[in-house]
């Protein structure tokens, strides 16, 4: 559908039946705000409205017959803000809508490299006008309260009298509300001297949880003599630019817009605020906005690029990757999290799961400033009340922290009791997470301030979880359901019994190490918190006795109790018509079946290879690839990961490509719903973790390369304790250079050597 290029996605043509895919490629954001690729004009064909921003939601109810305690009182969802973009043009009276006027050519680009969206078309309106469109948008990354458009109409055949609306709609609704139910109240609209201000609250609930407000404030400037009239229709507010064009002249409208809400601000100061905003904005001109839009597009790209050489799909499908994980989490605010869908749709409702820490985490530890995946810590550090709420809620004591499945601000958000109660495995990648950041960064102080609390909270939860069983005498977690949604309420989940005990023994050695560089620090939290060692007696006997289930025949880890009860039949026994068997099957005939929905064994090989051998990885890979059908976007990536482990270079290329250009190609038909945003970190993972190899242990960075057959090269650029370590990739040969810093321990196919600022190595590339 896509031009293939190495900067750009390029839509040629306009094809309406793919208008709402094109909106979810074609999205931009600030990790502030973002927004879909919905048009400046009017089209009254399909389209799903969506103007987002970070961190402002609406709780829903959830309350349903089927109620059980412990389900939360409300479904968090960012919802679609009030629309800032509309530019409504009529020509002689008549309206330019693009879903009906007849389009000569079409042509939309996503620009990746500097982050923005353009587009231009020739139009034909019924009276035979003909027009050229050329707009150009961005959500600046510099100021990021302000979006602005610059939008050229050009009379291409013949005079024209045109009339453009520019103006705020503030009557916004979800695609997921009930019963078109709309989560806004209008507060106030004004214009005065030329500037239209919305404010606008989230409707009042019953949960306790704070409106928001959100003040829109836009502006026009226009290169031709027009006149302006104010315009206030319903809740549709700006102002009328009428003017006269010859043929062959063009009128430029930049539109500047700022948008601020209840999140940073007092709703008393709102409106001033975001007038003061638009006003700056004008002043600095779209020139200038740019100019600095694009510095940090730069200094983004310079950190993070991936490039490929020999395969330009690849190219364009990682920068793709890339560019929506930078546009979607920038890390400098640490109440602000990742939604899977980011900015570009409501499912999911924009909240956090625990893709974040499993998923995303080590794209943005390697790829920006320490502080971006500190923030990501800090979230659920200061969530860390909630978590133990939460468990309360479920009859856990004492500190416990079990946090949710999805949330926004800490509060479980989910309601299928298969998941909220038993999809515990979550607190496992979180814990997780701190251990990859101290190692990555050396930053061990985190342990000290945050890390421990957090990791005292989920150790509490896991003991209290476990069982000692009567019989086999050893600890067991039963009732879950792993990250394989396919199977529920299962007991004893290999990946949930592991990760429990890595977590129990992780804390356990954090809080000896704490003791001995800190005792001060660690006194004052246990009392804090009310730690007792003897809570460290009982984590020790569940650690020595915890149930991890094998199979003896097949050799291999047992994914939970019953796995090999079910059907011996592998994905190569699937005819290709009944997948995804999520689109063919009953619910219950995939409950019964052995298909495997995601890495779940799998998931734990990738975290814990290192505890485990390289025969084991190879057997289990090998038994649960065969059953895995990979109808979650998070899984062909950690399966890839694990295949370049293994050397099964050409399985690992096939599953990086199912990640790598999942929406661009739309493989799910789903990418109307918005992008797989937290399973773009996958494409990362599988070429850095995968192809080259690396890996962080305490104190050295090692890596271990080979190259796809098809690409001549690859390189990229990973920061690491203050350096700047670049790699890159061919046939022949594996350079690194550092150009900050320096790294003491880097390891190459198991050499070690020490890289001086500037310095450069060469090495040959090995062969698998
Ligand atoms: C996956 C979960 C994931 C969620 C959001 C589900 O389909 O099974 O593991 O957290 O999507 O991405």
Redesign the pocket.
């Known amino acids: 559908m896509f031009v293939e290029d190495e900067w750009n996605v390029i839509e040629d043509g306009f094809d309406a039946s793919r208008h709402v895919i094109a909106e979810s490629v074609f999205s931009i954001g600030n990790g502030h705000m973002g927004q879909r690729a919905n048009f400046e004009e009017a089209y009254s064909g399909e389209t799903m409205q969506g103007n987002y921003i970070g961190g402002v939601f609406f709780p829903d109810k959830t309350r349903v017959g089927w109620w059980k305690n412990g389900y939360p009182d409300y479904f968090a969802k960012v919802i679609n803000a009030p629309a800032w973009i509309g530019l409504h043009t009529s020509v002689n009276g008549n309206l330019l809508d693009l879903a009906s006027v007849k389009i000569h050519s079409f042509r939309r680009t996503l620009n990746m490299k500097e982050g923005t969206l353009s587009k231009t078309c020739v139009v034909e309106l019924p009276d035979g006008t003909l027009l050229r469109i050329e707009s150009m948008r961005f959500v600046s990354m510099a100021a990021v309260e302000i979006g602005t458009i610059s939008y050229a109409i050009t009379a291409e055949n013949k005079d024209c009298s045109l009339s453009v609306l520019s103006f705020i709609e503030a009557h916004v609704l979800n695609q997921d509300s009930n019963y078109d139910e709309c989560f806004w109240e209008s507060i106030s609209q004004k214009n005065e001297q030329g500037i239209s201000v919305s404010v606008d609250q989230t409707k009042q609930n019953p949960f306790g949880v704070p409106q928001f407000t959100v003040a829109t404030a836009i502006c026009n400037e226009i290169s031709v003599s027009a006149t302006k009239k104010q315009y206030h229709k319903q809740l549709q507010l700006g102002e009328t630019l009428d003017f006269k064009l010859k043929k062959g002249e063009t009128a430029v409208i930049t539109k500047y817009a700022a948008q601020v809400s209840t999140m940073n601000y007092s709703a008393q100061e709102l409106p001033k605020i975001a007038v003061e905003r638009v006003k700056e904005a004008e002043k600095t001109g779209f020139k200038k906005l740019y100019a600095d839009h694009k510095k940090v597009w730069a200094a983004k790209w310079k950190l993070s690029d991936i490039v490929i050489k020999g395969d330009v799909k690849a190219q364009q499908g990682i920068r793709f990757n890339i560019f929506h994980l930078n546009q979607t989490y920038t890390g400098d605010d640490s109440r602000l999290n990742i939604g899977?869908k980011g900015f570009t749709g409501e499912k999911?409702g924009g909240v956090t799961?625990?893709?974040t820490e499993?998923f995303c985490f080590p794209f943005y530890l390697s790829t920006s400033p320490e502080s971006v995946s500190r923030n990501l810590l800090l979230y659920r550090y200061k969530q860390l009340p909630q978590a133990i709420k939460n468990a309360g809620k479920l009859g856990f004591t004492g500190g416990a922290a079990l946090y949710p499945?999805?949330t926004m601000t800490g509060d479980e958000c989910h309601n299928e009791w298969e998941i909220t109660f038993e999809?515990i495995h979550?607190n496992g990648a979180i814990a997780h997470a701190i251990y990859d950041y101290v190692t990555y960064t050396g930053d061990r102080a985190y342990l000290v301030d945050y890390g421990l609390e957090v990791l005292i909270g989920i150790s509490r939860f896991w003991a209290q979880r476990v069982i000692l069983s009567p019989i086999k005498r050893k600890y067991m977690i039963l009732g879950v359901t792993g990250?394989?949604?396919y199977e529920n309420n299962v007991s004893n989940n290999w990946y949930t019994n592991y990760f429990a005990s890595w977590c129990l023994r992780y804390t356990m050695e954090t809080i000896s190490w704490i003791k001995r560089v800190a005792n001060e620090k660690y006194v004052e939290l246990a009392a804090k918190i009310s730690f007792e060692e003897r809570e460290i007696l009982r984590w020790s006997d569940i650690v020595n006795n915890m149930y991890l289930p094998t199979d003896e025949k097949y050799g291999i880890i047992l994914q939970n109790d019953g796995y090999l009860d079910k059907e011996p039949i592998t994905v190569a026994d699937l005819p290709a018509d009944q997948r995804p068997i999520n689109q063919h099957w009953s619910w219950d005939r995939i409950l019964r079946s052995p298909f495997i929905?995601?890495a779940d064994v799998v998931q734990g090989l990738y975290f814990f290879e290192n505890e485990l051998n390289e025969e084991t990885i190879q057997r289990n890979f090998e038994f649960y690839e065969a059953r895995c059908v990979h109808?979650?976007?998070?899984s062909p990536c950690i399966h890839s990961v694990v295949a370049s482990k293994i050397g099964d270079e050409a399985k690992a290329y096939e599953l990086y490509l199912r990640t790598a250009r999942l929406d661009l190609d739309d493989y799910n038909k789903e990418a109307k719903e918005g992008l797989?945003i937290?399973?773009m970190s996958g494409s990362w993972l599988a070429i850095v973790k995968g192809f080259a190899g690396m890996r962080v242990a305490q104190n050295d960075i090692s890596f271990n390369p080979y190259i796809p057959s098809g690409w001549k090269s690859y390189s990229f650029s990973i920061t690491y304790r203050n350096a700047t370590l670049t790699v890159k990739v061919s046939k022949s040969k594996v350079e690194l250079c550092v150009s900050n810093g320096y790294i003491p321990n880097l390891q190459v196919y198991g050499q070690t050597y020490l890289l001086k600022k500037d310095e450069h190595i060469t090495i040959q590339t090995k062969k698998k």
């Open positions: 899977p999911y799961y625990w893709d499993a499945m999805v999809e979550r990250p394989n949604e929905k995601q109808e979650s976007s998070l797989h937290t399973s």
